[in-house]
């Protein structure tokens, strides 16, 4: 069965500073998809960036940006030049996307704090 | 409001009574998920619909859940005899059909259910 793992359930960065969240994942798979969501406490849910593992670039997203590590099966996701309006919980989530379409499966998610 | 839509955004159930929690997906979209999310966690994948037909169910507890998708309207997750740790967020994501899309689910504001 497929996991993910986020081994840090909080993290707090100085604004203007960089930071990044770690995610690691678990499949046999070969055809998946990587994102990271993030829940401010309005807890809805916002896509901040999406991997496909078949590419080899990293993504990025104006200041987020990702390091997809696919042999180490590591996705970490760094944001620079930290805004106050980036505090929120951030989920890491895989999908596999090969004969059928599959459900996305979340680790347990990092709290964001964002000094000023 | 082209997005997903859920209701209600929060419901007050005592133990013993029915919830029904509605999902309207994206226009276009055929495909449903409903996630759970308990205080301080992730997202937990419950059940996977297409119009008329349950595609994957792996999540949902045994009893006293169910959930539809039917031809016309929305899709429903109905909780039988709520007990207190039924208390959660309830998400609802929907994505279009495989092959015209990008992996993203998208997601609603949540139906959050308090059982006194």
């Known amino acids: 069965a497929q996991t993910v793992t986020q081994s840090q359930p909080e993290m707090s960065v100085q604004e203007a500073e960089t930071v990044t969240l770690s995610c690691t994942y678990d499949?046999?798979?070969?055809?998946?998809?990587l994102f990271w969501y993030k829940q401010p406490p309005s807890r809805q849910m916002i896509l901040v960036i999406r991997?496909?593992?078949?590419?080899?670039q990293n993504a990025t997203e104006n200041r987020f940006s990702v390091n997809f590590q696919k042999a180490a099966k590591s996705f970490s996701l760094k944001i620079s030049d930290s805004q106050l309006g980036d505090a929120a919980m951030y989920f890491c989530a895989y999908r596999y996307y090969g004969g059928s379409q599959g459900n996305l499966i979340f680790g347990k998610g990092t709290k964001l704090s964002v000094k000023p | 409001n082209a997005g997903v839509m859920q209701n209600p955004r929060h419901l007050v159930r005592r133990r013993g009574q029915e919830a029904r929690l509605r999902c309207s997906p994206m226009?276009?979209?055929?495909?449903v998920y409903w996630y759970r999310q308990l205080p301080e966690e992730g997202l937990k994948f419950m059940v996977y619909?297409?119009?008329?037909?349950?595609?994957?169910e792996s999540g949902m507890p045994k009893e006293r859940f169910s959930a539809e998708f039917p031809k016309e309207g929305p899709s429903i997750l109905r909780i039988q005899q709520v007990v207190r740790g039924d208390s959660a967020a309830y998400f609802c994501?929907?994505?279009?059909?495989?092959?015209?899309?990008?992996?993203?689910?998208?997601f609603g504001e949540g139906s959050r259910l308090t059982v006194l």
């Open positions: 499949t046999s798979e070969s055809d998946y998809y």
């Open positions: 991997q496909e593992a078949y590419k080899q």
């Open positions: 226009k276009g979209h055929s495909h």
């Open positions: 994501a929907s994505s279009p059909q495989k092959g015209t899309n990008t992996g993203e689910l998208f």
């Open positions: 619909l297409q119009k008329e037909n349950i595609i994957d």
